[in-house]
């Protein structure tokens, strides 16, 4: 989960923003940002560029790392950068706003988006987190909406989320949002007892961690799209497989995370990762109906008043 602290920033890994461009070994430069810090989430991306698979594929890629706040999204529209790990939302969102974004490639098919609480409460589904306690969520994300029009709040003292794990540890009747791939992790580490309940289980399951491009750089060169969603592919197949190196290199990239919490938070992502669809077609790949449903979800939720025919947020390769 992107952890909202007073952390921004962009730091450069591996070498210095720039767009599309040639190399000196004649390879294609191209930029991804990401949305957070190197965690598991990221792995694929990282496998790829640790084992030169990008370069396999012709490619000299940059990731630039996020923090909190870091708008990926306004960096691709704006061709700052020529590729962006966003949410489905915010493609959704940006399109709605003129922006023209398009996903290329989902990491997680189903979100790990949750609401997390404490075990020693007996709760037995995520409509008795909305009962009573304490609970810190970001307001005007899509999901937390979505969970006040379906639950409401009136019953639950709603504080805002700071981020990481603290005031729940202090606290038996304080529950949270976050990734079921990383607070969960962090809290059982500490001792504590969370029980974690998905929001993709009660009916909200947007595509997350999507690789976001430019309409303009897909139209002018489908090539390099396509080459930079295959190595990503192969980066996530070799990540999944093995993530120990990868990890390495994450953890000497994030001091916050240690080496077990990333061994721990890749094997919790599979199951995000990769399903039925995946394993019958190809890693990253979207479909239609998914889009549709979570366009008309955001303007039920009037987060957005008009919306597109769904193939217009995605490409598949």
């Known amino acids: 989960m992107?952890?909202?602290?007073s952390l921004i920033l962009v730091t450069v890994i591996f070498a210095s923003a720039g767009c599309t461009k040639k190399s000196e070994k004649s390879l294609q430069k191209v930029t991804i940002a990401l949305n957070?810090?190197?965690?598991?989430?990221?792995?694929?991306?990282?496998?790829?560029?640790?084992?030169?698979?990008?370069?396999?594929?012709?490619?000299?890629?940059?990731?630039?790392?996020?923090?909190?706040g870091t708008p990926t999204i306004q960096m691709v529209a704006a061709g700052k950068v020529d590729f962006g790990v966003t949410s489905g939302g915010e493609v959704i969102v940006s399109r709605a706003h003129g922006a023209d974004v398009v996903a290329v490639y989902a990491v997680y098919q189903k979100s790990p988006l949750m609401i997390m609480a404490h075990q020693s409460r007996g709760l037995k589904s995520i409509a008795d987190v909305f009962k009573s306690g304490t609970l810190a969520v970001e307001r005007g994300q899509a999901f937390i909406t979505y969970l006040e029009k379906k639950y409401g709040f009136s019953n639950v003292k709603v504080v805002p989320y700071a981020g990481g794990v603290s005031a729940f540890l202090h606290d038996p009747l304080f529950s949270q949002q976050g990734f079921a791939t990383s607070e969960p992790l962090l809290a059982k580490r500490q001792g504590s007892d969370p029980e974690v309940f998905l929001v993709a289980d009660v009916g909200f399951n947007p595509y997350l961690e999507t690789l976001t491009t430019r309409g303009e750089l897909l139209r002018s060169d489908e090539k390099l799209v396509k080459?930079?969603?295959?190595?990503?592919?192969?980066?996530?197949?070799?990540?999944?497989?093995?993530p120990d190196e990868t990890n390495k290199l994450m953890a000497s990239l994030n001091k916050i995370m240690d080496l077990e919490t990333f061994k721990e938070g890749a094997k919790a992502q599979m199951s995000f990762v990769e399903d039925d669809f995946t394993r019958?077609?190809?890693?990253?790949?979207?479909?239609?109906?998914?889009?549709?449903?979570?366009?008309?979800?955001?303007?039920?939720?009037?987060?957005?008043?008009?919306?597109?025919?769904?193939?217009?947020?995605?490409?598949?390769?």
């Open 2 to 5: 992107k952890k909202f602290i």
């Open 280 to 317: 019958k077609n190809k890693l990253g790949l979207m479909t239609e109906s998914r889009w549709k449903e979570q366009a008309e979800q955001l303007r039920d939720l009037k987060v957005v008043s008009t919306i597109f025919p769904a193939t217009e947020y995605f490409r598949n390769f």
């Open 36 to 68: 957070w810090v190197p965690e598991p989430e990221f792995g694929g991306f990282y496998a790829a560029k640790l084992n030169k698979i990008y370069e396999k594929y012709g490619l000299d890629v940059d990731l630039l790392v996020g923090g909190a």
């Open 227 to 242: 080459a930079v969603v295959e190595g990503t592919r192969e980066g996530w197949e070799l990540y999944l497989k093995n």
